[in-house]
């Protein structure tokens, strides 16, 4: 089987997470892939997303999660410059190998750098890819696109290996409509690596697809960028999906970036309200094992975050969840300051896990 | 997990009491459209004999990917599709060549609720007229009260009722197709990957909504998902449906325990879970299934 030798030749996954310790500290040391400043993003006098700090080292996987309407998808928009025509954003996004900041730069300067230096996954495979021209020809047109293959030929062949590399083989001359829906983002992931870009963005690259194929489609994302040591950004609703992949995490909620931190640190022991919801809210497991010892059949509810997300602009001034919150007091009126650092932190004024709330 | 063995399982129940749904080796075939005036047009078989029995007040759920039949066989329990060959009961009611005029029992008695609530609400309805409509449709009064009960009992105010579907997010949408669906009274209800568009924390919403409304109403449930770990929260029992067929059938917790069909055995794995990412497991563990598994 061609997985067989895919597993063979790219870089041992296992290999990946014993350094990867090693990979967040070396980040903080190496100049980041991506560095992001106070990104704020607003629509007349509306702001969406406000000071967004982030950056990606170079190899690192770090995961945005958030529920709809967070602003997750907003920020990865601003930081390709890909905003709808009356949506501005204003703050610095810099990309290592780039002279120039990305927020303010000219379009044509910016398509030199999208889907070269940095390239996205989105999250609707039909929409992104174009149904009138042959996958091969799709992903061969990237690479001629930024000029890294200087004719169609050598581009298409190196486009047919990008595809057997996502295990599409024998498919080169398909069109879009004629793949399954895991088939189509593994051709738009080949566009996405084509010129193997420093920094990979994914948007709910698997949130429409069958678990199975979920499972493939992450394998080949951690494939890609680890074969090219790329960093990848990947934005996610799926607390576990995020778990799987990523070395580090940063929880959105109204515009704001609410918590950050290395994974396992944020998922054993979240200290933002909003980060513990949305975690008791995924465990279907701890939710089944309630409480023993009852004979009659009791049914487990789930913990939920109470109310929905509000629209935008309709979030609270002070802290953005405290409208949803159980623990909110009069205090969260007022913004809670980052507590922690850079890596690791918080901005709630009653985390959990503190003694004294 | 003991704890999961708590509710009567189907075994344990009086064999007195006939299945409300039961489906006996049904088949669906679809022609394909013509390739050749000399050959003969190409089959796919969607259902390949397929069996199963719903108890009353069961909760009941079927997982298989995409393409796997579990559409077709919802369509056909609801007497939407007729299969090729094979029965369904409903009901104690043989629904499988009866007219659609005679269908009006099955109409009242089992409502859907589907996985796209955009595209199952009409944008141009308000939410009252929506939620009203299986009973106009059955020839009952459609009284503002039942709306406005239909509307309290998944969660919404009032006000709701007047606005259209547009005006609400994915999780409040879902909620209206479940009102939509409990308007008529109905005895079973069937969903058909209703949280599969949802964010975790409305997912939880629903699903508990969903449950609550089960137990209160004294529902039958026929839950259809690809996400095995969703229909363990939801349901007593499950079927595994692949390529048309039911490859395992048993209690949730056993099945999603110990799966022993290898393709369930796939599809556990494959299915991310915080505790098992934390433990290191990566993308690759997720496509190959435990070795050492039970037969």
Known sequence: ?357 | MPELYRLPRPTDRPPAVDPVIKVTDVTRDYPRPRTSLLKRAEVVHALRGVSLEVQPGERFGIVGESGCGKSTLLRIIAALDRPTSGRVVVDGTDITRLPERRLRFLRENLQLVFQDPMSSLDPRMRVRDIIAEPLVVQGHPASGARVRELLDAVGLSADAGDRYPHQFSGGQRQRISIARALAPNPKILVADEPVSALDVSVRAQVLNLISDLVDELDLTLVFVSHDLSVVKHVCDRVAVMHAGEIVETGTTGEVYAAPRHPYTRRLVAAIPTIPKALAGATPEDLLTPPKGAPR
Request: some cysteine; glycine content about 8%; charged content about 20%.
């Open chain 1, 1 to 357: 089987m061609s997985s067989q030798a895919d597993r063979q030749t790219s870089v041992p996954v296992d290999a990946v997470d014993v350094v990867s310790p090693a990979d967040a500290e070396a980040s903080e040391a190496a100049p980041a892939v991506l560095t992001v400043r106070g990104l704020t993003i607003s629509v007349r006098d509306l702001e969406l997303v406000s000071d967004v700090d982030l950056s990606v080292g170079p190899g690192e996987r770090v995961g945005l999660i958030g529920e709809s309407g967070s602003g997750k998808s907003l920020t990865a928009l601003g930081i390709l410059g890909l905003l709808p025509e009356d949506v501005t954003a204003a703050g610095s996004v810099r990309l290592s190998g780039i002279d120039h900041d990305l927020i303010g730069a000219g379009e044509r300067r910016l398509s030199r750098v999208r889907g070269n230096h940095l390239a996205m996954v989105f999250q609707e495979p039909m929409t992104a890819l174009n149904p009138t021209m042959r996958i091969a020809d799709q992903v061969a047109e990237a690479m001629l696109v930024h000029r890294t293959q200087s004719n169609r030929r050598t581009a298409r062949a190196a486009a047919v290996e990008l595809l057997d590399r996502v295990q599409l083989t024998g498919i080169a001359r398909a069109y879009p409509h004629q793949l399954s829906g895991g088939q189509r983002q593994r051709v738009v992931l080949a566009i996405a690596l084509a010129n193997d870009p420093a920094l990979l963005i994914c948007d709910e690259p698997t949130t429409a697809l069958d678990v199975t194929v979920q499972a493939m489609v992450l394998d080949l994302i951690l494939r890609g960028v680890t074969a090219r040591d790329s960093a990848l950004l990947f934005i996610t609703h799926d607390l576990a999906v995020v778990a799987t992949i990523c070395q580090r995490v940063l929880v959105m909620y109204g515009g704001r970036v609410v918590e950050s931190g290395p994974v396992r640190e944020v998922f054993t022991n979240p200290r933002h309200r909003y980060t513990e919801g949305l975690l008791a809210a995924s465990d279907l497991e701890a939710a089944d094992s309630g409480p023993v010892g009852t004979s009659e059949p009791v049914r487990r509810r789930l913990p939920t975050i109470q109310g929905t997300v509000p629209a935008a602009g309709h979030f609270p001034d002070g802290c953005v969840f405290r409208t949803r919150c159980p623990h909110a007091t009069e205090v969260c009126a007022e913004r809670p300051p980052w507590t922690g650092d850079q890596t690791r932190g918080f901005a709630c004024h009653h985390p959990a896990g503190a003694d004294d709330v």
